[in-house]
């Protein structure tokens, strides 16, 4: 039972770092690229560590993968924000097609 749910969780978390590369390559703008890039990417490898850590006898491996999720965790969400602020102050995303813009003059 327990190889079956792994390998459910690994597939599920391919799928979804699948998808993730088609959405870098087939989304338009920056922030939608951004989007695509950590959210699936997060929990697809989420998926995997855990479908990983089922499958590992010792408890050091899985203390490994309990510090490859969480350093993933700490540090896509302020990747993304770096990446999003960027590109909002030097003009490279499409500021006409957000719907709000709380930071308008504010962040140059």
Not at 12 to 27: E, K, Q
Request: proline share 3%; charged share 15%; net charge neutral.
């Amino acid at each position: 039972m327990t190889d079956v749910l792994s390998a459910a969780l690994l597939l599920s978390g391919v799928a979804l770092a699948l998808t993730a590369s088609l959405g870098l390559l087939r989304f338009p703008d920056v922030f939608s690229r951004m989007h695509a890039a950590t959210k699936p990417t997060t929990l697809g490898l989420l998926l995997v560590t855990v479908g990983a850590a089922l499958q590992v006898d010792a408890a050091g491996d899985r203390v490994k993968l309990l510090l490859v999720a969480a350093f993933q965790l700490l540090t896509a969400p302020v990747a993304a924000h770096m990446i999003g602020r960027a590109a909002y102050r030097t003009g490279v995303g499409a500021r006409a097609d957000l719907v709000v813009d709380e930071l308008g003059d504010a962040a140059r």
